[in-house]
């Protein structure tokens, strides 16, 4: 008998990478997509001020009514068709959970978020990968034929995509729901960079879920607060195999006193957008590099030379990115975050420095 009950696990599990992060301390951190801006200090204290006078003892509400009422509002749809989750991430996971069994079909754009392929695989689903076009555009034609195919349960489609930065207009979104048997997913989670939803879709498509969170443009990944839109019907049966007190009391007292911060989320999500244009016509004028254009809060860019010797000649200088030179399509690619002004300008005169450097 095999004494280490490694065989317990799963094949597919076993067989896979998991999702794992090279995180070095640097002091310009630009790999992960987060808000360069914190929550101002006198919002944190008002935050910790309520949660200082709850009972800690005691779960959290079993349904999060408030706050669903307020995420619905500010999203224009009704409540009953809002989960609130510990992260996007959990929600995308219960939604794997309550669809894909053994041999289901998911279909997914890619290069994209590793996420989706790690549940589908963890789900023993068969992932039907549809590449992007070379100017890492979406396919749709080739999009709205695979999820067509009678076996296919979920469509998986991150907009604006992680890591190209490209989008999926919502009438291609509509073609693509209107031709699947299955649950079209679109991953939202930098929607406010774009300005680019497909929450109007939701009157029109009962198969439509849309996954949004707090860790980008709302500035809190720490807190781990994430949502999911759709039907009411969809939103109860995905919600039996989300897990009961996810989200913690404190995090639940944030998420209702960062949703009246409209006005300064959008300022912040302007000044990104500027930075974004600034930093994209400077990688285009820099020798040996090639960034393609982003709605998100990072720009993906390909350099002409060895990835890891320029990923690593920015370490050194202090700053990182995320080097995505092993995903399909991607093998001289690097992804950047959109920091504060001074982190863009230190990224960007590393990189030209360790081009220059790097020159072949
Ligand atoms: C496309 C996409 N979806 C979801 C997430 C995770 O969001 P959350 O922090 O809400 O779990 C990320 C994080 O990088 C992401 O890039």
Redesign the pocket.
Known sequence: MNADFLHTIKPGIRAMKGYTLVQPVCPIKLN??ECPFDVPVDLKRDILAEAAGRDWGRYPDFVPTAVKAKIGAYNGVAPDGVLI?N????L?QATFIATVSKGDRVVLAVP??T?YGLMSTAMDGELCPVRLRPDLSFDVDRLVAEAGHPGTKLVIL?SP??PTGSFITPDDVARIADATPGLVVV?E??HEFAGLTNIGLLARYPNLVI?R????ALGA?GL???YLIARPEIAREIEKVKLPYNVNQVSLIAAMRLLDERALIEERVGFIRAERQRVFERLSRTEGVRPFPSVANFILFEVDRDVRQVFHGLIERGVLIRDVSHYPMLDRAMRVTIGLEAENEAFLKALEKVMTQTRS
């Open positions: 992960q997509n989750g992260g996007s991430n959990e995308i994209t978020f996420l991150c995509n992680n991953d989670a930098y996954t969170t707090f860790s980008k990944a781990r607060i994430g």
